[in-house]
């Protein structure tokens, strides 16, 4: 079954620093793979997704990620953390079925002054 | 354009009551997703409505759950008689299509139900 891994319940960073968090899946098929942000009170919302094509892609807010096969990784960064950033993320893949999506366990990101 | 809307968005029970959760997804959307999220774990995928119709309902986790969508606009879900572990945050999602990473879904905040 397709399932992603995220390292670090928590991760902080300051203001102006690089946002790296962490993903890895387990897939059996080429997999669909997917980060959405929740911020406080708020849906899930999606950043980002990878299908098919590049493996470097672009979402909002200035994030991205990149597919590595190889290390069947799917890390999302930022350049420079904004406090406005801080929020829970999601690593997602497609299920089998292609109907659902398998979550990681998320990663709240604190962003410091 | 109204996003889902979910309520309500607390609801705390007693051990063998009944709770009945809400979504109302985004007008044309035909699918329509329930995931769970339990303190501390992933985000489970429930059941997935397309219009009216139980298109997978494999996540659903014991016949004490019953998601319902009558005429393929909002969905009820509902739990009798709940358990502690029935616990978490319940989301709902729909999206216009559905399929292999073609979906965009979109999230409503969820409901956080507790069961003492």
């Known amino acids: 079954a397709q399932s992603v891994t995220q390292l670090g319940s928590h991760v902080s960073v300051s203001e102006g620093a690089l946002v790296l968090l962490r993903c890895n899946y387990s897939?059996?098929?080429?997999?669909?793979l997917f980060w959405y942000v929740q911020y406080p009170n708020q849906g899930l919302q999606l950043l980002l997704k990878?299908?098919?094509?590049?493996?470097l892609v672009k979402g909002i807010n200035g994030f991205e990620a990149e597919f590595k096969k190889s290390e069947t990784s799917f890390h999302l960064t930022k350049p420079s953390a904004h406090m406005s950033d801080a929020a829970e993320y999601f690593c997602?893949?497609?299920?089998?079925?292609?109907?659902?999506?398998?979550f990681g366990k998320g990663t709240s990101l604190l962003v410091t002054p | 354009e109204a996003g889902v809307t979910q309520f309500p968005s607390h609801s705390v029970i007693e051990k063998g009551q009944t709770v009945t959760l809400r979504c109302d997804p985004i007008s044309g959307h035909d699918n329509l997703y329930w995931y769970r999220r339990v303190m501390g774990k992933e985000i489970k995928f429930l059941l997935h409505?397309?219009?009216?119709?139980?298109?997978?309902e494999s996540g659903m986790p014991n016949n004490r759950f019953l998601a319902e969508r009558t005429g393929g606009t909002y969905s009820t879900l509902k739990v009798q008689p709940a358990e502690l572990e029935d616990s978490g945050v319940y989301f709902c999602a729909s999206s216009q299509v559905s399929g292999f990473g073609r979906a965009r879904l979109f999230f409503g905040s969820g409901t956080q139900l507790s069961v003492l």
């Open positions: 990878y299908t098919t094509g590049a493996t």
């Open positions: 409505f397309v219009k009216e119709s139980k298109q997978d």
């Open positions: 997602a893949v497609s299920s089998n079925s292609g109907y659902a999506l398998n």
């Open positions: 897939s059996s098929v080429p997999p669909y």
